[in-house]
């Protein structure tokens, strides 16, 4: 058991380092290193769920469900390697999460900058056109959608 818990450890840890490269990525606005960075966190992803399913067929196997009283109480009859790897694991799925939060923080603010440009492009193509939609000048223009002191 303790293989696989240092297996599955050892994939968590390479799913932070992708979580922190899509962070650059996101900081910097790199679309082609967030394209790359998906494929391979997909993946690791994947792994990890594999690992994490292998994990619980064991310790199910072993007669032990998979919750934290049952985990601990099979914890405290093993060796001290098994318990601080299991440990190890469990802060180290912590810090994923709070990066993934972040991650998706960052997603969702680059959204809605993208929305915000998006929209203030179109008001000011409808607001440029000299000829409307049926070729004839245009004699009104449409009011801004834009709201003043709001940033």
């Known amino acids: 058991m303790l293989s ?15 979580l922190q490269q899509e962070q650059a990525a996101l900081v910097n606005a790199d679309v082609d290193q967030l394209i790359a960075i998906s494929t391979e966190k997909l993946k690791q992803a ?6 994490a399913q292998a994990r619980v067929n064991a310790l199910e196997h072993l ?9 601990e109480a099979w914890l405290a009859s093993q ?11 469990i802060e180290s799925a912590s810090a ?24 203030t492009l179109v008001s000011a193509a409808n607001q440029s ?3 409307g939609a049926d070729g004839q000048p245009r004699t009104t223009y449409p009011a801004s959608q834009r ?3 709001k940033g």
Request: proline share 0%; net charge neutral.
């Open 147 to 149: 709201s003043l002191g």
């Open 46 to 51: 994947e792994q990890l769920n594999r690992l």
């Open 4 to 18: 696989a818990l240092q297996s599955e450890l050892a994939a968590l840890r390479r799913f932070i380092e992708i």
């Open 96 to 119: 994923a999460q709070q990066l993934n939060q972040t991650n998706g923080k960052l997603i969702e603010s680059q959204l809605q900058n993208n929305q915000q440009a998006l929209n």
């Open 63 to 71: 007669g032990i469900q998979n919750d934290r009283v049952h985990v």
């Open 79 to 89: 060796s001290r390697d098994t318990a601080a790897v299991w440990h190890a694991l």
């Open 129 to 131: 056109a000299v000829y």
